[in-house]
Nanobody
Framework: QVQLVESGGGLVQTGGSLRLSCAAS????????MGWFRQAPGKEREYVAG????????YYADSVKGRFTISKDNAKNTVYLQMNSLQPEDTAVYYC???????????????????WGQGTQVTVSS
């Protein structure tokens, strides 16, 4: 059974940093791309970042480009999201997800991901 467990969320002041982790099990994650999404209260879940199965390619939403960095350690079956220069608008529950098909590039489309973590809360105070 595939499981994704996020950690690392919390409360931080504007301009601060957090590093989210997503530990995966139940699948050969070195063959699957992964993504991070977030959902703020009253809003749709939105794409944040994605990383290809081989870690060669990374992709970001315009709103986080230059501030967030996604990385993947295939040996540890873990994907990370380093978040710097956090702003109040980054406040949301953050979810990691794994693509549904082997060797598929990460996309911004939620339906392309078939397993999701439970989410971790990130709150940025002004």
């Amino acid at each position: 059974q595939v499981q994704l467990v996020e950690s690392g969320g919390g409360l931080v002041q504007t301009g601060g940093s957090l590093r989210l982790s997503c530990a995966a099990s139940g699948r050969t994650f070195s063959s699957y791309s992964m993504g991070w999404f977030r959902q703020a209260p009253g809003k749709e879940r939105e794409y944040v970042a994605g990383i290809s199965w081989n870690t060669f390619n990374t992709y970001y939403a315009d709103s986080v480009k230059g501030r967030f960095t996604i990385s993947k350690d295939n040996a540890k079956n873990t994907v990370y999201l380093q978040m710097n220069s956090l702003q109040p608008e980054d406040t949301a529950v953050y979810y990691c997800a794994v693509t549904s098909r082997i060797y598929k590039s990460p996309t911004r489309t939620r339906s392309d991901y078939d397993y999701w973590g439970q989410g971790t809360q990130v709150t940025v105070s002004s």
